[in-house]
C-alpha cells in the first residue's frame, strides 16, 4: 500500500504543476493503480464513462521521484481533451512541461532512458532470422508471427526471402 500512497501524493503534485501552466488536465481521474505484470511500457491512461485510470508499472516504483513524475505527467497530459494520442496538442504541453520544469516528456521512453536497465536485454536470443538474399540478421527472443509464419514476411532491406537459421544442436550419448 505504501507504494500506492506514494503514487497519489506524486500525482497530486504533477496535477498541481501542470494546472499552473494552464494546461487543461481532467479533473476526473478516479484511480492510479500500478501493475507489476507490465513489461512493455511504464505507464498507461485509459477513459471509461468520462472517467480517467492512470497505470503505472511496478518497474519504476523503486526508482527517484523524478522519474515516476516523467511517467505521471506524461500520462496525465493524455487526460486533456484532444491528447488521447501523442499529436500535435499533447506534444505542445509536453514541451512546455519540459521547458519550464527541464523534464524529458516524449512519447516513449526506453529504460536506458531512466537508468534503469532493460530487464529484456538479459534474455537471450532463442531465433535468428536470415535474408536469403542480403544476409540480414534478425534476432528474437521470443515466438512471433515472423518466427512462427516466416515464410509471410520479406526482409525490409531488400526484400528478399526470409529463412530461420538451424540452431545446432548436439547430443550427448
Same mark, same amino acid.
Given at each position: 500500500?505504501?507504494?500506492?500512497?506514494?503514487?497519489?501524493? $506524486?500525482?497530486?503534485? /504533477?496535477i %498541481?504543476?501542470?494546472?499552473?501552466? +494552464? $494546461?487543461p488536465v481532467?479533473?476526473?481521474?478516479? *484511480? !492510479?493503480y !500500478?501493475?507489476?505484470?507490465?513489461?512493455?511500457? @511504464?505507464g498507461?491512461?485509459?477513459?471509461? %464513462? +468520462?472517467?480517467?485510470? $492512470?497505470?503505472l508499472? +511496478?518497474? $519504476?516504483? &523503486?526508482?527517484e521521484?523524478?522519474? !515516476?513524475?516523467?511517467?505521471?505527467?506524461?500520462?496525465?497530459?493524455?487526460?486533456?481533451?484532444? /491528447?488521447?494520442?501523442?499529436?500535435?496538442?499533447?506534444?505542445?504541453?509536453?514541451e512546455? !512541461?519540459?521547458?519550464?520544469?527541464?523534464?524529458?516528456i516524449?512519447?516513449?521512453?526506453r529504460?536506458?532512458? @531512466?537508468?534503469?536497465? %532493460?530487464?529484456?536485454?538479459?534474455? &537471450?536470443?532463442?531465433?535468428?532470422i536470415?535474408?536469403?538474399?542480403c544476409?540480414?540478421?534478425?534476432?528474437?527472443?521470443?515466438?512471433?508471427?515472423?518466427?512462427?509464419?516466416?515464410?509471410?514476411?520479406? /526482409?525490409?532491406?531488400?526484400?528478399?526471402?526470409?529463412?530461420?537459421k538451424? *540452431?545446432?544442436?548436439?547430443?550427448?550419448?
Amino acid at each position: 500500500m505504501e507504494r500506492e500512497h506514494r503514487a497519489k501524493e $506524486i500525482l497530486k503534485k /504533477c496535477i %498541481n504543476l501542470v494546472q499552473q501552466e +494552464g $494546461i487543461p488536465v481532467a479533473e476526473k481521474i478516479e *484511480k !492510479i493503480y !500500478i501493475n507489476d505484470k507490465i513489461r512493455s511500457r @511504464f505507464g498507461s491512461c485509459r477513459k471509461e %464513462n +468520462g472517467s480517467y485510470y $492512470i497505470e503505472l508499472s +511496478g518497474r $519504476i516504483m &523503486p526508482c527517484e521521484d523524478r522519474v !515516476i513524475e516523467t511517467v505521471l505527467l506524461h500520462e496525465l497530459l493524455h487526460t486533456c481533451p484532444g /491528447c488521447m494520442n501523442h499529436g500535435f496538442r499533447w506534444k505542445k504541453y509536453a514541451e512546455i !512541461i519540459n521547458q519550464k520544469y527541464g523534464y524529458e516528456i516524449t512519447a516513449s521512453s526506453r529504460y536506458e532512458t @531512466f537508468g534503469m536497465e %532493460n530487464p529484456e536485454s538479459r534474455e &537471450p536470443v532463442k531465433y535468428t532470422i536470415l535474408c536469403t538474399n542480403c544476409g540480414n540478421r534478425i534476432e528474437r527472443r521470443r515466438r512471433c508471427p515472423l518466427v512462427e509464419k516466416t515464410d509471410r514476411y520479406r /526482409c525490409g532491406k531488400c526484400g528478399g526471402i526470409l529463412k530461420i537459421k538451424e *540452431k545446432s544442436t548436439t547430443s550427448c550419448r
